[in-house]
């Protein structure tokens, strides 16, 4: 299920020069919040895999094993580590929504990594320039979804957890 709602959320798009503004980032950090570490791993593993072969899930319908290898690969592929290490911190910690922005920030930051690692290379940009291009943009709207993604995320863990339909999912530190 977190794999579909990743992939309807990443159509959200607001289109800027090389890398746009979608809601996946958002959805990685729902995933992580409500469902944790080792689910929400899986889940957005297979949002990948589905991307990568073929089917239109990315950003702007798109779909295939070069979208991960463009411009906007690596912040694709950081997902994966971004929702296993989001979730992890929620589950050391506490499922609150001090924690979770704390947790969502930390994601922010290794999803906007991957990506302009993979835009450096990619663009033969020196640091300065990939940073500047892969990462600046993204920060205050970053940290928009990463509050979003607490909030939104903390309340319906809770109500998932109040309702006994997170069984078996780690649900406090």
């Given amino acids: 299920?977190?794999?579909a709602i990743t992939a309807v959320l990443s159509q959200m798009v607001i289109p800027i020069p090389v890398v746009p503004i979608t809601g996946q980032t958002l959805a990685v950090g729902l995933t992580?919040?409500?469902?944790?570490?080792?689910?929400?791993t899986m889940a957005i593993s297979c949002y990948v895999l589905i991307g990568a072969f073929g089917m239109p899930v990315f950003a702007q319908a798109k779909g295939g094993i070069q979208v991960l290898f463009g411009p906007t690969g690596g912040y694709i592929i950081g997902f994966i580590l971004t929702v296993y290490v989001t979730g992890l911190i929620l589950e050391k910690t506490s499922f609150n929504l001090k924690m979770a922005m704390i947790a969502n920030t930390v994601g922010m930051f290794i999803t906007l990594l991957f990506g302009t690692v993979q835009l450096k290379y990619l663009l033969a940009l020196d640091w300065s320039e990939a940073i500047l291009a892969g990462a600046v943009p993204f920060l205050a709207v970053g940290l928009i979804k990463a509050f979003l993604a607490s909030w939104i995320g903390i309340k319906v863990r809770k109500r998932l957890v109040d309702?006994?339909?997170?069984?078996?999912i780690k649900t406090a530190a």
């Fill in 163 to 168: 309702a006994n339909l997170l069984r078996g």
């Fill in 1 to 3: 299920m977190f794999a």
């Fill in 32 to 40: 992580a919040t409500i469902i944790g570490s080792k689910l929400g």
